[in-house]
């Protein structure tokens, strides 16, 4: 852990609501992006993200410090996603929305190149729509191990100290995930 995360914990154990503007700012997009794919609706992805930062400055001393900072808080993430889901479950509100054209901007992915031809961006585009439909689709502990792997690029350690999985678990979840989504995609292309 570098100093200035430490740094930056001892303000946040010490309620330095500048500390915790800094957390947001360094973390904000990240969480989201995890949230989003997990919830698949904006608004409530927004309010669950809202809520990890909140409950992660009420609760940062019990932060051990035994792994990294963001490893804690992506836990802390899809822990209050897997609590959304059930609660929204419960209410039968779970239907998702289409994932829209703006999400490009909040995956962390960057657009097309400048240089490409109109008809190759939209290909790409189009095909982007199509996979993140597909894997909104994805049962929920797929679409976790795919979100925290193939789009947030963890570790395979990191997954597994994020959900608590063992490695092989979180390997064969990865491993039939990829091949739903290859054979959905497949359909398209």
């Not at 503007?21 to 904000?28: D, G, N, Q, Y």
């Not at 350690?157 to 064969?172: A, H, N, Q, R, Y």
Request: aromatic share 6%; proline share 2%.
């Amino acid at each position: 852990m570098s100093e200035l995360e430490r740094s930056l914990l001892r303000r946040l154990r010490d309620r330095d609501e500048r500390a915790f503007r800094e957390l947001i700012e360094a973390h904000r997009d990240r969480v989201f992006n995890i949230t989003y794919r997990m919830l698949g609706n904006r608004a409530e992805a927004e309010d669950v993200a809202q809520e990890v930062f909140i409950s992660v400055f009420k609760t940062i001393e019990t932060f051990r410090e035994e792994s990294r900072f963001s490893t804690w808080l992506y836990r802390v993430a899809v822990n209050h996603c897997k609590n959304r889901i059930k609660y929204l479950a419960r209410r039968h509100e779970r239907d998702r929305d289409e994932l829209d054209e703006t999400s490009h901007e909040t995956n962390g992915a960057a657009g097309a190149p400048r240089h490409v031809q109109p008809d190759r961006a939209l290909e790409g585009a189009q095909l982007e729509v199509l996979l993140q439909a597909a894997i909104a689709n994805l049962d929920d502990d797929q679409r976790l191990v795919v979100v925290l792997r193939d789009i947030e690029d963890l570790s395979i350690e990191e997954i597994c100290e994020i959900t608590g999985l063992p490695d092989g678990t979180v390997k064969s979840r990865l491993h039939r995930a990829r091949l739903v989504l290859r054979k959905r995609l497949q359909r398209h292309v």
